[in-house]
């Protein structure tokens, strides 16, 4: 039979070791929080073939007395705490007293400190958890400590760190997040007796100085890039940088979040960054954000993981609707073209200006472009509080003035096409054009009796001409502009459908003989499941036996395409991924999905009119740079780019 025994002490702390000391950087990490926490306004980091071999952190803070060295290295021993209560006020960045014991017990140990009041300095040396006793050591004020020949004694450790320059990446990333939280202190950071960081201290913590040591950490081309957010909700105040779409990642790492003061990873608050930039990127790509949020310490769990990287909130859906209404109202006020375009670079401030829609309804600012700010902000912040898609949206009252109205767009089979129902009619008779609908194809009949919308070029001095069917070129004031067709009308579409399918408006059309579609055994039960859902977009579905489903309604605007078509690529988006889907994103993409399909295809001969029609609906759109993917809609070259292609300058 087993026997129950204590574990001696080295083993506890070399478990204790292997949860918070993972690699150098995890050294690197807990002796800055250490520093920070200290009051250091300078801290130096020398790191040798990746911080294997050496690990020197030396500040400038308070220090710490000789005689409570010893105890600095036993684990659970801090001063940064006293009793349970303070774990729900943590107001530090460290505080479990487990740093320093961990990595003394696997490495080769020294700490020397000192205390302003203190005539000398002291010095501690412990070899794998073993200490020796505390000697005299001439020093300054603050502390160092040198880590050498990390993981000595666990080789199994060793084994899986790699290459000194993924150690050295590793460490960088970890100083980076202790820099931007503590941007009043200096920070350098060299590698083998190279500089890769000096980072002076800045005069406030404020967002134009932060900008600053950010532009230090990852380029002055980031940095220009950036857009200040700013926010307060019930004592929670949100702060700092988004970049515009077109600054954007393959995966998320330049998303840095700062909780008072501390750098964490929240997976509710990543996704509220995501749906921020929903129909702004492409898919895969990831925003870039340095932000930090303020609240009371009372109001987040920091005690729930060892390296204290993620937190648990007591009202995250609270910050979710912050951080996602913060950022999109800050877009509706701001151009969102990349620099360089005759939009110019993104302003740092911008004022508002008027966008009509937005989820999907007709926005403030319609016709009204002196609208008050703040009433521009509280209608984009009801929009954007929790709104779900599996809901129709209630009517919202619009501030003040005309509403902008979308003219009429008009289905035209190509010639020679027959429809595609079975006789060709709906239960109604063929499709007729319904006011407000635009589809497959445009004619462009604009109703005269409505104006340009405010501060929109005239579409007749527009003199836009389609190049290879495929885009439009137009003259602007900075220089000619190049559109995408597809693009810019999948947009278009996209927008007015949504707001169709939030306002349970979507014009449908019942088919007189429904169509049969076969379907995988997989196939089908995701479509029969997810009737409502696909019901919400115009497209009824029921069981007909076997994989087979019968399609008894389909959305008026779709009457170019083959229902079977349609179904088969939104059921495919049904079953993609493995999981249950989430209704907002899923019906997200099947609006994306149907406004692709419907919208002007790369090739298609547009007319004048059409051309016209075209840009005209453009400026009715919360967002016409991009399309619904995230793909931009237009590219423009400024009179500066094509003298010089010309050798003009």
């Known amino acids: 039979m087993p026997t129950i025994r204590a574990l001696p002490s080295s083993v506890v702390n070399k478990i204790a070791a292997g949860e918070v000391i993972e690699r150098p950087a995890s050294v690197v990490k807990e002796l800055l929080e250490n520093a920070v926490d200290a009051g250091a306004t300078r801290v130096d980091v020398a790191i040798e073939r990746g911080g294997v071999d050496l690990i020197r952190i030396s500040d400038n803070g308070c220090g710490i007395a000789a005689d409570e060295l010893p105890l600095a290295v036993t684990n659970h021993a801090t001063s940064k705490i006293a009793s349970a209560d303070d774990l729900f006020r943590v107001g530090t960045l460290g505080f479990r007293g487990e740093a320093l014991a961990s990595i003394a017990e696997v490495s080769r140990f020294v700490m020397r400190s000192r205390t302003a ?58 100083m980076s997040r202790i820099a931007l939280a503590a941007p009043q202190t200096h920070f350098t950071l060299s590698h083998n007796g190279r500089v890769v960081h000096d980072l002076p201290g800045l005069p406030t913590s404020e967002l134009p100085h932060w900008r600053e040591r950010i532009g230090r950490l990852f380029g002055d081309e980031i940095a220009a890039a950036l857009v ?29 979040l700062l909780l008072n003061g501390r750098a964490i990873r929240d997976r509710s608050l990543q996704h509220a960054l995501g749906e921020a930039y929903r129909g702004l990127l492409l898919t895969g790509r990831y925003p870039i954000c340095f932000l930090r949020l303020d609240m009371p310490p009372e109001l987040v769990d920091v005690n729930v993981h060892p390296t204290k990287l993620e937190v648990r909130f007591q009202d995250g859906g609270r910050l979710y609707s912050q951080l996602l209404g913060t950022i999109r109202t800050k877009f509706l006020s701001t151009d969102l073209k990349a620099p360089g375009t005759d939009g110019g670079d993104l302003p740092a401030a911008g004022g508002f200006r008027p966008f009509p829609q937005l989820g999907g309804s007709a926005g403030p600012g319609a016709g009204a472009p002196e609208a008050d700010a703040s009433e521009l902000v509280n209608w984009a912040k009801r929009e954007l509080s929790q709104q779900r898609f599996d809901q129709p949206a209630e009517p919202r009252p619009m501030p003040p003035g005309e509403p902008l109205v979308l003219h009429r767009f008009r289905n035209q089979p190509p010639e020679g096409a027959a429809p ?61 502009e190049v559109i995408d067709q597809h693009a810019l009308h999948e947009r278009i579409l996209y ?65 170019n395409l083959p229902p079977a078509e349609v179904l088969r690529d939104l059921v495919e988006r049904l079953i993609s991924g493995g999981r249950a889907p989430d209704a907002r994103d899923l019906l997200d993409e099947l609006l994306h999905t149907i406004s692709c399909k419907a919208a002007v295809k790369y090739g298609d001969r547009l007319s004048a009119e059409e051309v016209d029609a075209l840009l005209a609906h453009r400026h009715l759109t919360e967002n016409h740079h991009h399309c619904p993917h995230g793909r931009p809609t237009a590219l423009v070259f400024t009179c500066d780019d094509l003298d010089r292609r010309f050798q003009r300058i």
Not at 231 to 237: A, I, K, P, T
Not at 438 to 459: C, E, L, S
Not at 528 to 556: C, H, I, K, M, W
């Open 117 to 174: 009041d203190a005539a000398s300095g002291a010095e501690l040396r412990v070899h794998g958890g073993v200490a020796e006793g505390v000697a005299p050591a001439g020093c300054p004020v603050g502390t160092t400590i040198e880590v050498r020949d990390l993981f000595y004694n666990v080789p199994v450790r060793q084994k899986f760190l790699r290459t000194p320059g993924t150690e050295i990446g590793h460490i960088t990333e970890a």
């Open 228 to 256: 200040p957010v700013e926010s307060e909700n019930q004592g929670v105040r949100l702060a700092g940088f988004v970049a515009g779409p077109h600054e954007s990642r393959s995966n998320n790492r330049l998303q840095y």
């Open 420 to 480: 595609h129902g079975p006789d060709g009619t709906s239960d109604s008779g063929p499709a007729a054009p319904m006011d407000g609908q635009i589809d497959g194809r445009i004619d462009g009949r604009i109703d005269a009796a409505h104006n340009q919308p405010t501060g929109a070029p005239h579409v007749g001095a527009a003199k836009a001409i389609q190049l290879h069917n495929r885009y439009l070129i137009v003259e602007s004031q900075a220089g000619m």
């Open 495 to 559: 927008e007015q459908l949504r707001a169709k399918v939030l306002g349970g408006a979507l014009e449908t059309q019942r088919l007189l003989v429904p169509e049969p579609v076969d379907f995988t055994p997989a196939e089908a039960a995701a479509a029969l499941e997810n009737r409502a859902l696909l019901a919400q977009l115009g497209v009824a579905v029921d069981p007909f036996g076997g994989d087979t489903v019968l399609v008894s309604s389909y959305p008026a605007m779709l009457a």
